[in-house]
Each structure stands twice: as C-alpha cells, then as structure tokens.
Antibody
Framework: EVQLLESGGGLVQPGGSLRLSCAAS????????LSWVRQAPGKGLEWVSG????????LYGDSVKGRFTISRDNSKKTLYLQMNSLRAEDTAVYYC????????????WGQGTLVTVSS | EIVLTQSPGTLSLSPGEIATLSCRAS???????LAWYQQKPGQALRLLIY???RRATGIPDRFSGSGSGTDFTLTISRLEPEDFAVYYC?????????FGQGTKVEIK
C-alpha cells in the first residue's frame, strides 16, 4: 500500500522558517517525481513545487519562488520542503504527492500537514 | 499559466441522480492531460480520472470523464452516498500544474 506521510507543520511567525518532510513507502521512491501542493483554509488546491525522480530538476510556483526549496533523499525515501521568509498567505495544509515522470497526474497523496503563519 | 474554471460551484443532488461537473481551460490542454480528483474530509485526495477519460485503478465505472481541448466533463452516473465530496480538475500539460477551484457535490 502506498503511503505518504507529511510532518513538520506548525505555527510560525511571519518571516520565519519551517522544514516539511514527507516519508514514503509502498512504491519505488526513486523512479517517481514528487510535488508539494497546498490548500489554504476553505480554499482550493495550489501546486507549490515539484522535483524530478533523481532530484536534478526542480520547479516552483511563482508565489514561492526564491523562498521555498524542494529536495529529496532517495536513500531515505523522503521528500522535503524548506520554507523561508514565510508570509500569512502561506498558511495552508501542505500535501505531498507522487507522479510518474513526464505528463502524468498525481497518483497518490498524503493526508497533509498544517502550516500556520501568524504572529 | 493555464487557468481552469469549474462549474457549478455547488451541486445539490440526491443519491441515485446523475452529477455532471464541468471544467473549462483558458487554453487548449494538449494530449488531454486533464485529471479529476475527489476530496473528502480527513481523507487523502484520490485520483479518479486521467487523460480526460481514463479511470484510475479501482475507480468504479459510474465515474466517467470526457472532453478535449478546453472543455472537460466529469459525470457520476448514479450518485452513491460516498460520492458526496469536492471534486477538482487539474491540468498536467505544462508547468505550473494548475487546479480548478472545485465543485462540491452535496446531498439535497
């Protein structure tokens, strides 16, 4: 059974930093691309960032470019999102999701971790 | 960036009825790279349809997708109690991958 388990969320002040993790199991981690998708309270889904299967290619949405960094450790089967210079509008549940490389949808999703940016 | 607009925002229906959800793209989605997901409270999002019309593994055949170019539809032929949820379309043609704002299917 595929499992994606996010952790690292919490309350942080504006301007602060947080590092999210997503531990994976149940599939061959190293051959899947991965992404972070967020959902602000009561709102829809927003793709945040993606990384290729080997980590060599990273992509970011305009709203987080220059502030967030995605990375992965294939030996630990873990995805990361380093979030710096956090703003109130970054408050959301952050989901990790996997996909086959190339033009494919998100196959599996985690249950998310809540990040709250507030003073 | 491809903007996806879903309609209606909310659909109030009874079990057994047919649900028809629409997703319109601001520009053509190549190779029908359009997916539909289901979201229920407390559960992980579930992929229902990809390639505009292909059911994902384990998805019941009452769910069907159609469309191409800029207009796509998700149809639930006979609503079951477990189908009342929020549905999102998503394009994976090019980055940034974008989602529609969602359609909530609620019990009438």
């Amino acid at each position: 059974e595929v499992q994606l388990l996010e952790s690292g969320g919490g309350l942080v002040q504006p301007g602060g930093s947080l590092r999210l993790s997503c531990a994976a199991s149940g599939f061959t981690f190293s051959i899947y691309a991965l992404s972070w998708v967020r959902q602000a309270p009561g709102k829809g889904l927003e793709w945040v960032s993606g990384i290729s299967d080997d980590g060599g290619t990273t992509l970011y949405g305009d709203s987080v470019k220059g502030r967030f960094t995605i990375s992965r450790d294939n030996s630990k089967k873990t995805l990361y999102l380093q979030m710096n210079s956090l703003r109130a509008e970054d408050t959301a549940v952050y989901y990790c999701a996997n996909k086959v490389p190339g033009a494919h949808p998100f196959d599996n999703w985690g249950q998310g971790t809540l990040v709250t940016v507030s003073s | 960036e491809i903007v996806l607009t879903q309609s209606p925002g909310t659909l109030s229906l009874s079990p057994g009825e047919i649900a028809t959800l629409s997703c319109r793209a601001s520009q053509s989605v190549r190779s029908s790279s359009l997916a539909w997901y289901q979201q229920k409270p407390g559960q992980a999002l579930r992929l229902l349809i990809y390639g505009a019309s292909r059911r994902a593994t384990g998805i019941p055949d009452r769910f069907s997708g159609s469309g191409s170019g800029t207009d796509f539809t998700l149809t639930i032929s006979r609503l079951e109690p477990e189908d009342f949820a929020v549905y999102y379309c998503q394009q994976y043609d090019n980055s940034p991958w974008t989602f529609g704002q969602g359609t909530k299917v609620e019990i009438k």
